[in-house]
Antibody, heavy 122, light 106 residues
Framework: QVQLVQSGAEVKKPGSSVKVSCKAS????????ISWVRQAPGQGHEWMGG????????NYAQNFQGRVTIIADESTSTAYMELSSLRSEDTAVYYC???????????????WGQGTTVTVSS | EIVLTQSPATLSLSPGERAIFSCRAS??????LAWYQQKPGQAPRLLIY???NRATGIPARFSGSGSGTDFTLTISSLEPEDFAVYYC????????FGGGTTVEIK
């Protein structure tokens, strides 16, 4: 059974960047998309983007275009999400999640990481 | 952007009762709708996809229905572990989520 383990909590200054990792184990990494979803305190979930590691081309939500970078390293079965130009509104729990689809985005996410809390504060 | 509106915001029910959750889309999403359960401090858990298909390992007491703009998640008989927040999510264009319905113990 695949598991996704994310990196630890981060505290960042406004204007800086954060990079969160998501390591997969126990399953096939390359053929399922990994998406990133965030949940701000008291807010809903936002899909930020995703990547199919085998293909390597990311797919970003319009709201995050230009600020988010998603990459995948097949050699270590790890996906990364970097968010730049951080502001206080980016304070949230960031999740990576595996897509159900095989070699395509179904946008249904059936395995999730434990979440990484990112706090943006001066 | 497709907006998903969930109702009610909170359900107060007892174990053994039926729970019915509603999700309405601002435009048609066909059958491309999922339901997730989330407990405090945990990641979401996929329950239902394509409106009515149970995800792997999900008990039969969870069922989904609907198409177009109106969808329903039903828990036939609440178990103690079902008290949580439930979210709908559509996948047309790009994914968006509803605001959630909390089911609390009455």
């Amino acid at each position: 059974q695949v598991q996704l383990v994310q990196s630890g909590a981060e505290v960042k200054k406004p204007g800086s960047s954060v990079k969160v990792s998501c390591k997969a184990s126990g399953g096939t990494f390359s053929s399922h998309a990994i998406s990133w979803v965030r949940q701000a305190p008291g807010q809903g979930h936002e899909w930020m983007g995703g990547i199919i590691p085998l293909f390597g081309t990311p797919n970003y939500a319009q709201n995050f275009q230009g600020r988010v970078t998603i990459i995948a390293d097949e050699s270590t079965s790890t996906a990364y999400m970097e968010l730049s130009s951080l502001r206080s509104e980016d304070t949230a729990v960031y999740y990576c999640a595996r897509d159900m689809g095989l070699l395509r985005f179904s946008y249904y996410m059936d395995v999730w990481g434990q979440g990484t809390t990112v706090t943006v504060s001066s | 952007e497709i907006v998903l509106t969930q109702s009610p915001a909170t359900l107060s029910l007892s174990p053994g009762e039926r729970a019915i959750f509603s999700c309405r889309a601002s435009q048609s999403v066909g059958s491309y709708l999922a339901w997730y359960q989330q407990k405090p401090g945990q990641a979401p858990r996929l329950l239902i996809y394509d409106a009515s298909n149970r995800a792997t390992g999900i008990p039969a007491r969870f069922s989904g229905s609907g198409s177009g703009t109106d969808f329903t998640l039903t828990i036939s008989s609440l178990e103690p572990e079902d008290f949580a927040v439930y979210y709908c999510q559509q996948r047309t264009n790009w994914p968006t989520f509803g605001g959630g319905t909390t089911v609390e113990i009455k």
